[in-house]
Structures are given as C-alpha cells and as structure tokens.
C-alpha cells in the first residue's frame, strides 16, 4: 500500500513534497480535492512515473539541474505477502531496509524536509512487526530505482554481509515495485481506445490465465514425427520452419556473397518464446472486436456516458479478478462530463470497488457530494499553495475537521442536487439512512426492490440533506408524487429537532426516527417529538438472530476477553427487542462468580467497534420471513 507521494521537482511541485495519503489507518479509498492547479493530477502522474516510468514532467523553473527532479512513494509491505516472492537473500536485504526506515532519526541534517514522512511513520510504528516500511523512489536522470534522500545514510547503515551494491538494491526494489499494477487513467484519456481489448492498460485488468493458458498450450508436447515417440510443442515446430527459412534464405544470397548472414543480434535469443508469440496472437484477435453499448460503437456514445463505461469495465474486471499482483487504480476527475444526478452513484461504484475489494484507488474530483457519504477512506485536500492536509472520511462531518469552510457546504450542495436530480427521474421510492449498516439490515427485512436505501455516514448528514431537500420537494409545483423519499435515524443525542416540518402524511419528503418506546413497542416519531429515549437499529432487531450473529462474530473477531465476558450471559428468551443496554436487554446473567455489570460493558464496547461484523453475520442469514412491526410502519410510510 501506498501510504505517501514525494515528489522534487515534478510539474507543479518545487522541493521536496511530501503529500500523505492518511493518518493512522491503512485506507484504500483516497479522494484528492482542491482548486484547478493546485497539483491533484500531478501527485498521480507522479506515481505513474515512479511505477510505470511514464513521461516526466519537469518543473519548469529548474530547468539545467536535472539531477533534481524525482518522484517516490512511501510504502507498506505486509511481510507474510512479501515473504511469497522473495527469495532469502533478498528477505533479508528488505528487512535490513525496512529496519532503518522504522528506525531512522528526524536528526540527520540532510533529511530536515522529510518531516511529514517521520510524523507519518511514528503513526503507524504499531504496525512494525507485520509490515515492511521502505521509500522507493526513481530519478530524472538514473534508470536505477533507489531510496531518494536517504540512499547514502541507508547504504552505509547496512550490516549486511555481503554488502549490497546499489545495483542490488535497485534490483531488490523493481521486484517490490512489480508486486503492484498502477494504472492511471487521466481526464483526457481515449475511453474508446482504453476498452480496446489489446490496450495494455485494459489486458493488465484482465485475470492473466488467458495469456498463461495460450502460452501453456504452445508449450505442450502434442505432436510426434516420423514413427517417433518424442512429443514435439507448436512453438517448437514454428521455431524450426522459421529457422530453416533463415537458412534457405542465408544460403541464397551466400551464393552472391559469404558475408551476408542473418545473425541474432548481440544478447538476442534467436527463437521465438511464447510471450512473444501470445502478445501478437491477442493483439491480432482483440483489434478484430470493437466494444459496444446496446449495439452502439464506443466512439458514437457521449463523453459521461464513457466515463460511466470506464468505471464499470474496471469494476468487472476488479470483482473477478485473482492475480498475484495488487491492482492500485488511479482516476483523474470520473465525474467528468456526468450530469449531476449520476455522480452519486459513479462515486458509490468506486467506493465499493476499494472497500469491498481492497484495492488502492486514488480519484481526483471536483464533485464534493461523495464527502458526506463515503463511510471509509481519507481526504486530501491540496491548498493553493501545493500544501496537503488530509483527513479521515469516516464521520468527517460529524467531526466537522479543519477543513475550508467552502468544502463542508460544497460537500452537501453537491450531493442533495445530485440525489434531487436523480429522484425526479427514479423509479423506485427511496430510504435515506445513516450509515452501511442500517442499508445493510433495512435492505435484509424490507425486501423490497421497490426501495432504493442510501447512506450518507451521520445522523447530522441525513438531516442536512433533509433540510437541503425540503424546499424544492415540498413546494407545491414539484409533479413526482408518485414516489417518496423518507430520512431514517436513529434516536441519540446528536440529532436536534428541526426547524422545519417533518413532513405529513401525503408528503413527498418525510423524515422519522426510530424510538423503542418504554413498554418495548418501536415507533417511527417525527424528530421533534419530545419523546426520547436513545434507540439505534441494533437495539430493534429480531432478539434472538441478533444474539447468535453477536456470538459468531465475537468468536471469531472478539479477542479472549470479550469471549469470556460474552460466556457470562446467555439469550432472555423474554426479550421482545435487540436491545443489549439497559434492563430490557437480550443477555440474561448466567454466572454469577463474574462482575456482570464490567462483562456487560465488554460486550457493548465490541457491538459498538464491530457493526460491521455482526451486520455481516446478521443478514448473512436465512430470511425467515418473520416480520419487525416497526419496518410493516416503514412500508407503509413509503406507499
């Protein structure tokens, strides 16, 4: 994993820069914001130049000091996966590196710019006995891939016997590198040309069977000659009946002149090898086919609906794809050319492609509607002065940040217009929840393709985007009355009451909270009903399902602790909701030699850092059919 960009020198970028991709998590989502020319596109071209060796881009005020100009990456190695592909010499020269990279000092003089990659190390130090930590970097002038800055100080802290020479080093560090395919895809790129099968950018997506298996049936022994019983290979037999065409063709013009020959070129092998053989055999086949959209070529579709293709061919290949390498996907602007009411769901595809696939994808965007929603990733917003600050997206603006102001409001303004736009020419009603998992567990229990559930990650974003939505649904013009949008959240105490109404019965907008009311019934209340007592969607669940995807989760997730806690209660067949808080909760004490109370707020801890999990568990299940009161309510609000 990628976990920072330096670039010297590069395009926009004077000095040496830093550009961090988190804090403390390991996050495969990261979201690249800022004005125009700030730098956004460059910090990906960058890496394409580091990964690729793509063309590079000078700064243009250092023009005559080449030697200047490199690019880089920190990155995060998982041992165990490296360990696969390394033989024992070159483990132990990366350990070696990787040691003194956790370890380095900040005191060095010559290393007093890199003070954003030593902030950016010590948060990640709990990670040091599972990961390797290195800088790579290439530069301008020099094929050789090194550790930029550090290269001299490393190589002389190096106790390794022999010593490795920086040809070694450099060779240690193209095969790192070769664990990961970078494609970058720019803002001007050809979509047509890029879903052109023999596209080499397009045939890395691919899972490489294909070619291995072309390669391994022109290697296979099938035909025998003469009464033999030696099974000759189809390269083979190309190779001789090209050889001999040498020879006959040398002999004839030998009979001219001895001298000409035809030679293989110096370090040359002169026959034909399968790679070279299956690279023309899927050029050839591939540009005999020309991709198709409801039986129109490529070329004649409009520029967004390209863009949506782009995204959707990657993410066909990503789901299905098992390769040894790990895919790092880099997008300039993919809510280029879209109207607005597909930029959403453009931005809920690649969210879902780095979350649920983990792999690394870096986006580059001037749409904002995706901040409020994206429940997992970091943001990095690049200042007019090339300067990154970056923020975790979980919650982010539950937590508001330090971020400018005109992020924060451009961040709603975009994603209500995008959902509004989308609504009018939906055909489904629709439920906007908190986060993934009320999506998760409403999805299970409604069953019904006629909802379309959104998250936008806080019960504060759901009542902005309510409130951005409010005016134009509710005035009396607006003609979609056949379909509803109805807001859900949870009763806690970050929600305040609105100012506005929560919408009545034949509205197309309407906002409600769940509430378990004190004799255990669960309601749907309009926000500003004074009644309140906190209720969230794991509180109002089927009680008895709840409790077993709990206990599988903890067996599998929880560490020994909380299994013994959780081995202290057993299911209150009384139950009548999910409920874990309170007196009314679905764990009855079964052993009393135990502090209760301590083992209770064990497992409320783990339902709180394990939604995920248990919703996993949860609607991984069978659907019983068995119906929650509360979501028959739900149903009705949206008819």
């Known amino acids: 994993m990628i976990l920072a960009a330096i670039l010297r020198n590069y395009k926009c970028y004077k000095g040496i820069n830093i550009i961090p991709f988190g804090n403390d998590s390991l996050d495969y989502l990261n979201i690249i914001i800022g004005n125009n020319g700030v730098g956004k596109s460059a910090i990906l071209e960058g890496l394409d130049t580091l990964f690729n060796d793509a063309q590079w881009i000078v700064n243009n005020e250092i023009r005559g000091k080449k030697e200047d100009v490199s690019v880089g990456a920190v990155m995060l190695i998982e041992k165990n996966r490296a360990a696969e592909k390394l033989d024992a010499r070159e483990k132990q020269i990366l350990a070696k590196v990787s040691d003194f990279f956790w370890n380095v000092e900040d005191a060095n003089p010559t290393l007093r710019q890199y003070a954003k990659f030593f902030d950016l190390r010590n948060s990640f130090l709990d990670r040091k006995d599972d990961y390797y930590l290195i800088v790579v970097g290439r530069e301008f002038e020099h094929k050789d891939l090194l550790f930029l800055t550090f290269t001299s100080l490393l190589r002389s802290s190096l106790d390794i016997e022999p010593k490795p020479e920086n040809y070694t080093l450099s060779k240690l560090l193209y095969k790192v590198l070769s664990f990961y395919t970078y494609i970058y895809i720019p803002v001007e790129t050809s979509i047509s040309d890029f879903v052109k099968l023999q596209n080499q950018s397009f045939q890395t997506l691919m899972d490489t069977s294909v070619k291995n298996n072309i390669a391994k049936e022109l290697n296979k022994g099938r035909i025998t000659r003469g009464g033999g019983k ?174 400018p102001e005109d992020v924060y409001l451009k961040g709603f303004f975009d994603l209500s217009s995008s959902l509004l736009y989308a609504f009018r020419s939906a055909k489904t009603h629709w439920l906007l929840v908190e986060g993934y998992e009320d999506k998760k567990y409403l999805e299970y229990h409604l069953q019904n393709k006629n909802v379309r559930i959104i998250p936008l990650g806080g019960c504060s974003n759901v009542r902005k985007v309510y409130e951005y939505l409010h005016v134009p649904l509710t005035d009396k013009d607006f003609k979609y009355a056949t379909k509803k949008i109805v807001c859900l959240i949870d009763t806690d105490a970050l929600c305040t009451v609105l100012g506005i109404s929560s919408g009545g019965k034949d509205d197309i907008l309407k906002i409600r909270r769940l509430h378990e009311q004190d004799d255990g019934e669960i309601t749907l209340l309009e926000v500003d009903n004074p009644t309140r007592k906190e209720t969230e969607i794991e509180d109002v669940l089927d009680p008895k399902q709840f409790f077993d995807s709990l206990e599988e989760a903890i067996n599998e997730y929880g560490e020994d602790e909380d299994k013994e806690a959780f081995a202290t209660f057993t299911f209150d067949e009384s139950a009548k909701n999910s409920r874990i808080k309170g007196d009314n909760s679905i764990l009855k004490v079964n052993k009393l030699t135990r502090n209760a109370r301590e083992d209770k707020q064990r497992v409320i801890s783990f339902v709180d850092t394990h939604k995920e999990e248990i919703a996993n568990k949860y609607t991984a299940k069978s659907y019983a059919g068995t119906g929650l009161s509360w979501v028959a309510k739900l149903n009705d609000l949206l008819k």
């Open 230 to 403: 030696r099974k000759h290979s189809l390269l083979e037999l190309i190779n001789e009946l090209l050889e001999q065409y040498v020879k006959d063709v040398e002999s004839d013009i030998q009979s001219v002149n001895s001298g000409y020959s035809y030679k293989p070129a110096p370090r040359q092998y002169s026959k034909l090898t399968a790679n070279h053989v299956v690279d023309t055999i899927v050029a050839a086949y591939y540009s005999k086919r020309s991709f198709k959209k409801d039986g129109k070529e490529i070329q004649f579709l409009s520029s967004g609906e390209k863009r949506l293709i782009l995204v959707d061919i990657i993410s066909a290949f990503v789901k299905k794809r098992n390769a040894s390498h790990e895919l790092i996907i880099a997008v300039d602007e993919p809510e280029n050319s879209l109207h607005i009411s597909k930029c959403y769901d453009q931005f809920q595809h690649i969210e879902d492609l780095a979350l649920n696939y983990n792999h690394q994808l870096f986006i580059t965007t001037h749409w904002y509607g995706s901040l409020p929603c994206v429940s997992k990733g970091s943001l990095i917003h690049i200042d007019q002065h090339g300067n990154p600050d970056v923020t975790n997206l979980y919650n982010y603006y539950e937590k508001r940040g330090d971020l």
